[in-house]
């Protein structure tokens, strides 16, 4: 069974640019999760979507939106990029994102924001 | 708050055990979890504690006291390879859904 799949491994952008970033969860995952990794603030959650719907947010600006598509394949995007957007950029799935369930993490998208 | 403390590094030598604590403060707890994360890779789960006590899988261990608010990883007969960064993460629900807290991470070095 294929793993989570991530698109693109690496990016560079520029301040004032947007990126979107592409997730493709393990087959059969509805829930697929965001999280920010960056050496000062570790692992922090970005949000959460299930069957097309974001169900959990964490704290991050407006800037930070997401989307899921009827496949369970999820997009994040963020506009006006700013320094301290240099981050991995994981995202994870699961089944139904609830009880004992396991995330499983994709590879990550390294965005460096120049 | 929400916070999880765990120490940034741990050395050990080859066929040790070393033992990486987490105590953790948060407003909603269904269990904690275990990561393992190599330089440059993703985080590969390990274990998962919903309730008190020890879960023990292969050569890794990990421990859950609810009432102290404490876990630990437990790793024996350690190999080169479990060089890596091992997170602990707690299960936070939210409106419907769970995410995962995670601790800053602990950096472990494994010598010959």
């Known amino acids: 069974k294929a793993g989570v799949t991530q698109t693109p491994r690496y990016l560079i952008k520029t301040r004032g640019q947007q990126v979107t970033l592409s997730c493709s969860p393990i087959s059969g995952h509805r829930s697929v999760s965001w999280y920010q990794q960056t050496p000062g603030q570790g692992l922090q959650f970005l949000f959460e979507?299930?069957?097309?719907?974001?169900?959990n947010k964490g704290n991050f600006p407006g800037r930070f939106s997401g989307r899921q598509f009827s496949n369970s394949r999820s997009e994040m995007n963020v506009s006006t990029l700013e320094l301290g957007d240099s981050a991995l950029y994981l995202c994870?799935?699961?089944?139904?994102?609830?009880?004992?369930?396991?995330?499983?993490f994709g590879p990550g998208t390294r965005l460096l924001v120049l | 708050g929400q916070s999880l403390e765990q120490p940034s590094e741990v050395t050990a030598v080859e066929g040790a055990i070393v033992q990486i604590n987490c105590t953790y403060q948060t407003s909603g707890f269904y269990g904690l979890s275990w990561y393992q994360q190599h330089d440059g890779g993703a985080p590969t789960f390990l274990s998962y504690n919903a309730l008190d006590g020890l879960e023990e899988t292969g050569r890794f261990s990990s421990f859950l006291s609810r009432s102290d608010s404490y876990g630990y990883l437990l790793l024996q007969e350690l190999q080169m390879k479990d060089s890596a960064s091992y997170f602990c993460?707690?299960?936070?629900?939210?409106?419907?859904?769970?995410?995962?807290?995670f601790g800053s991470g602990t950096r472990l070095l494994v010598r010959p």
């Open positions: 994870a799935s699961s089944r139904t994102g609830t009880g004992a369930e396991t995330q499983y």
């Open positions: 979507y299930f069957s097309e719907t974001q169900r």
């Open positions: 993460a707690v299960r936070d629900r939210g409106d419907s859904s769970y995410k995962l807290i």
